[in-house]
């Protein structure tokens, strides 16, 4: 089993709408968890952290953590043509300072936005 | 302000050949990383260092060497290139828990092993 895993998609929403990208991980002791965007060429791109169970919104976005379930989420409200990219849900692995900041990726979502 | 510098951005390297991918970043950061990410695929873990001197072995190290004499520089060097090692590199550093928490990423270095 992945430790991180993404639907790799391509996932197609319609400008305007909600994009909802989900990840799934399997080891209960994850303690930090990430969405980055990479754009084609380029390295990836912060846009969420999330470290505790329930919601987190930042503007458009807003990312959602279920320990129990070991699934995190990421929402994009009004979608926008420049939001298609590669999103990657990222996490460290092992509790207190163990993780040294190493991230374990999942394979990334493709998300397109149509006009 | 120029966070974390990887050189090379494109290299073609011939199957045997070996070279050296340089990484620095000014924000005196300790943690220092090496990810490779193979085309559809996520970011894989090559090779890590928590300081000047210390280094550990990621999740894909095999044909990888690494060092970290000083805090700013983590060369990343290939020896004996197979195509297998064809993908795009990504240098990054950690600001630390107590420091914002953030990973900053260089843009990349692209190899083709031929």
């Known amino acids: 089993q992945k430790e991180v895993e993404q639907n790799s998609g391509p996932l197609s929403v319609p400008e305007g709408a909600i994009a909802s990208l989900n990840c799934t991980y399997s080891?209960?002791?994850?303690?930090?968890f990430f969405w980055y965007r990479q754009y084609s060429g380029k390295s990836p791109e912060l846009i969420m952290s999330i470290y505790s169970n329930g919601d987190k919104e930042d503007g458009r976005f807003t990312a959602q953590l279920n320990k129990a379930s070991q699934y995190v989420s990421l929402l994009i409200r009004d979608s926008q043509p420049s939001d298609s990219a590669t999103y990657l849900c990222a996490l460290t692995l092992g509790a207190g300072g163990t993780s040294y900041g190493k991230l374990t990726f999942g394979q990334g979502t493709i998300l397109t936005v149509h006009p | 302000n120029a966070g974390v510098t990887q050189t090379p951005k494109f290299r073609i390297l011939k199957i045997g050949q070996s070279m050296t991918l340089q990484c620095t970043q000014d924000?005196?950061?300790?943690?220092m990383y090496w990810y490779r990410q193979d085309p559809g695929m996520g970011l894989k873990l090559i090779y890590y260092?928590?300081?000047?001197?210390?280094?550990d072995k990621g999740e894909v190290p095999n044909g990888y060497n690494v060092s970290r004499s000083t805090t700013e520089d983590f060369p990343l060097r290939l020896e004996l290139a197979a195509p297998s090692q064809t993908s795009v590199y990504f240098c990054a550093s950690y600001s630390g828990v107590l420091s914002g928490n953030t990973i900053y990423f260089g843009e990349g270095s692209w190899l083709t092993v031929v």
């Open positions: 260092s928590v300081g000047a001197g210390i280094t």
């Open positions: 924000m005196n950061h300790n943690y």
């Open positions: 080891d209960r002791g994850s303690q930090s």
